[in-house]
């Protein structure tokens, strides 16, 4: 079992930036494949990107590509979401998820991943 706690969110203008943070329970971190997924009002949830067990593999949604960046610290079992850059439209509450095994497009689907955090508000004001 593997417990997520999202935070850094909050109110940021329109070409700002942000961090979260997601920190996990457990002993074996570095066996879950993580994402972030985000979801907006009225919005189904989305992926927007994810890191491989190990953080040698990274993969982003077009919309935020080249604006934002996953890494993880498996020492500290923690992922990060360094977010530069942002828009109106990333307003959303921002969700962390864990899985142990995704494939190909799999990866992209909020129903492969098996534990997710509570969520973090981000609103960006233009």
């Known amino acids: 079992q593997v417990q997520l706690v999202e935070s850094g969110g909050g109110l940021v203008q329109a070409g700002g930036s942000l961090r979260l943070s997601c920190a996990a329970s457990?002993?074996?971190?570095?066996?879950?494949?993580m994402g972030w997924f985000r979801q907006a009002p009225g919005k189904e949830r989305e992926f927007v990107t994810a890191?491989?067990?190990?953080?040698?593999?990274?993969d982003y949604a077009d919309s935020v590509k080249g604006r934002f960046t996953i890494s993880r610290d498996n020492a500290k079992n923690t992922i990060y979401l360094q977010m530069n850059s942002l828009k109106p439209e990333d307003t959303a509450v921002y969700y962390c998820?864990?899985?142990?095994?995704?494939?190909?497009?799999?990866?992209?689907?909020?129903?492969?991943?098996?534990?997710w955090g509570q969520g973090t508000q981000v609103t960006v004001s233009s």
């Open positions: 998820a864990a899985t142990q095994y995704c494939s190909g497009y799999g990866c992209y689907k909020p129903i492969t991943y098996d534990y």
């Open positions: 457990g002993r074996t971190f570095s066996r879950y494949f």
């Open positions: 890191i491989s067990r190990s953080g040698g593999n990274t």
